[in-house]
């Protein structure tokens, strides 16, 4: 088990260094061109790869560019067209409704509030918080997806379980001028060595500062459950 910093502030603060150092181009990983290929593409990441969906919207966003497209769209055929991606049917069902709001009550724009986000179908506040974040340049709060719920819970900078909570802890612990860039650091850790089933402890860079390292402790603190 390593040793955390003695506060939470200094431990999140500690993870930052490290993981900047280790992954100096983290960034988001979904590709688009507009804010509303990042909509679409945030809505079909739910529970799905960031890969996966890469894949699919290459030729998602040929066929269909402008909010009306979708919304105009039959559902069983934007469901076709999503087929590899998990949920797609659903998926296909909130897109269509979102971008039908988009045209009846935002002139054809992606909004840029968090409550106007917020309001779309298919839209929480993680997809909301990466559209304000990279598509407009406005930082609210910080992006809690499944890799950062983990870390942030194994690392020991939340007790937190629910993604709301551990945003909220974090708005605290975790200076301003990283709130962005935090979650794409633990992501890409995430992905590399700390991955959900088999973390690589061994070759991890935050081992000697990790309370949750397989050398020493029983327990996964993402879990609480035994290694
Ligand atoms: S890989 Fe192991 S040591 Fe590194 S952060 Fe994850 S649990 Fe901790």
């Given at each position: 088990?390593?040793?955390?910093?003695?506060?939470?502030?200094?431990?999140?603060?500690?993870?930052?260094?490290?993981?900047?150092?280790?992954?100096?181009?983290?960034?988001?990983?979904?590709?688009?061109?507009?804010?509303?290929?990042?909509?679409?593409?945030?809505?079909?990441?739910?529970?799905?790869?960031?890969?996966?969906?890469?894949?699919?919207?290459?030729?998602?966003?040929?066929?269909?560019?402008?909010?009306e497209d979708y919304a105009n769209a039959p559902q069983e055929e934007l469901a076709e067209a999503l087929n590899s991606i998990n949920f797609y049917n659903n998926k296909a069902?909130?897109?269509?409704?979102?971008?039908?709001?988009?045209?009846?009550?935002?002139?054809?724009?992606?909004?840029?509030?968090?409550?106007?986000?917020?309001?779309?179908?298919?839209?929480?506040?993680?997809?909301?918080?990466?559209?304000?974040?990279?598509?407009?340049?406005?930082?609210?709060?910080?992006?809690?997806?499944?890799?950062?719920?983990?870390?942030?819970?194994?690392?020991?900078?939340?007790?937190?379980?629910?993604?709301?909570?551990?945003?909220?802890?974090?708005?605290?612990?975790?200076?301003?001028?990283?709130?962005v860039q935090f979650t794409h650091l633990l992501i890409d850790h995430g992905r590399a060595t700390c991955t959900a089933r088999n973390p690589d402890c061994e070759s991890c860079?935050?081992?000697?500062?990790?309370?949750?390292?397989?050398?020493?402790?029983?327990?996964?603190?993402?879990?609480?459950?035994?290694?």
């Amino acid at each position: 088990m390593g040793t955390p910093r003695e506060t939470r502030d200094d431990q999140a603060a500690e993870v930052i260094d490290r993981l900047e150092a280790e992954y100096p181009d983290s960034t988001i990983s979904l590709r688009y061109s507009n804010r509303l290929e990042l909509l679409i593409a945030v809505i079909l990441s739910a529970q799905c790869t960031d890969e996966r969906v890469n894949a699919e919207t290459e030729h998602l966003f040929e066929t269909y560019q402008s909010p009306e497209d979708y919304a105009n769209a039959p559902q069983e055929e934007l469901a076709e067209a999503l087929n590899s991606i998990n949920f797609y049917n659903n998926k296909a069902g909130y897109i269509r409704e979102a971008c039908a709001l988009i045209v009846e009550e935002h002139d054809g724009e992606v909004p840029d509030t968090m409550d106007e986000l917020t309001e779309l179908p298919g839209v929480g506040r993680k997809t909301a918080n990466v559209v304000l974040q990279h598509g407009h340049d406005v930082v609210e709060g910080i992006v809690v997806d499944t890799h950062v719920q983990r870390l942030t819970r194994r690392l020991g900078i939340t007790e937190e379980e629910r993604p709301e909570a551990i945003e909220q802890d974090l708005l605290d612990i975790v200076p301003e001028g990283y709130w962005v860039q935090f979650t794409h650091l633990l992501i890409d850790h995430g992905r590399a060595t700390c991955t959900a089933r088999n973390p690589d402890c061994e070759s991890c860079v935050l081992a000697d500062i990790c309370p949750s390292e397989k050398g020493d402790s029983d327990v996964d603190l993402a879990s609480g459950e035994p290694w």
